[in-house]
């Protein structure tokens, strides 16, 4: 991808590579602190086929920040690759370690197409898996991890459910027990792919509050999803993926009909009422 804004776009300032959140600012390069998420040139490739190209921005803590662009642009591997679950060149830094080295600060919901749903486990134990990183291979389950799992499960309401085979809950109910085990990681970087996507609307509220409180307490989230409306809506910054990064900023910022149009192709008109924004091919 072209490092040159299109000329459509030379009156539009870049905001591919920005700082952001409240860890970021003048102090981010201090001597002696980080932010608390940083990608430098991350690109990731499948062949000959670019499906990253050379990511670089840094995000502060309590914090959301919505991940957008068309199907194919990049943003389940964006995700993955922040995760270490796909090969990439360049750097991902958490607090200014190597995210290999920082994988118990991240915290992870799968697109549900992605879950085998037949598998015969119950919601408690979907949960704990979540605290499997930290429990290890030797131990068993001890009281404390018994408590996170609880107090994970009571606050996506599925607490009563427990003992529930994950196989029998509605689509909404299992993301809902997704994002518990997610919570049960404590991580201090949320990630989600598409939380939102194919649930009900209890759920979606339900998913969408544990969000603020968890960005209310310092945490910094992640969502990708295809709901402009719901990115404008509660997302404090947006990240415009297309095969790489076209901009990063707050929704007035990037919802602009030239970077829209940049992120989803062809044509874009961008029309901003209460809630609503619309994009036309």
């Not at 190597?98 to 879950?115: I, N, S």
């Amino acid at each position: 991808m072209s490092d040159k804004l299109p000329k459509n776009l030379s009156n539009f300032p870049d905001l591919r590579s920005i700082s952001l959140g409240e860890e970021c600012g003048p102090e981010c390069h201090e001597e002696g602190h980080n932010p608390l998420l940083e990608l430098k040139d991350l690109s990731v490739s499948y062949g000959q086929n670019t499906v990253l190209s050379e990511v670089s921005f840094k995000l502060g803590s309590g914090q959301l920040v919505g991940i957008i662009g068309p199907n194919g642009a990049g943003k389940s591997t964006l995700i993955k690759s922040i995760l270490g679950l796909t090969p990439y060149r360049g750097r991902v830094l958490v607090n200014g370690l190597p995210a290999k080295q920082a994988r118990l600060k991240l915290a992870y919901v799968p697109q549900k197409e992605e879950v085998r749903w037949d598998y015969p486990v119950t919601v408690e134990d979907v949960v704990m898996m979540g605290r499997y990183r930290r429990i290890g291979w030797v131990r068993g389950p001890r009281k404390d991890d018994h408590v996170v799992v609880e107090e994970a499960l009571e606050s996506v309401d599925m607490l009563p459910l427990k003992h529930r085979q994950i196989s029998q809950l509605s689509g909404g109910q299992q993301q809902r027990v997704f994002v518990a085990r997610a919570l049960a990681q404590q991580g201090e970087i949320i990630l989600l792919d598409e939380p939102l996507t194919g649930v009900d609307t209890t759920s979606q509220e339900v998913i969408i509050n544990i969000i603020k409180h968890q960005r209310k307490h310092g945490k910094l989230i992640l969502m990708a999803t295809h709901d402009l409306n719901a990115a404008a809506r509660e997302c404090d910054n947006i990240a415009c993926i297309n095969r790489g990064l076209i901009a990063l900023g707050t929704s007035r910022q990037v919802f602009t009909p030239e970077i829209l149009a940049r992120t989803y192709g062809g044509r874009a008109v961008s029309l901003q009422g209460e809630s609503s924004t619309f994009i036309l091919d």
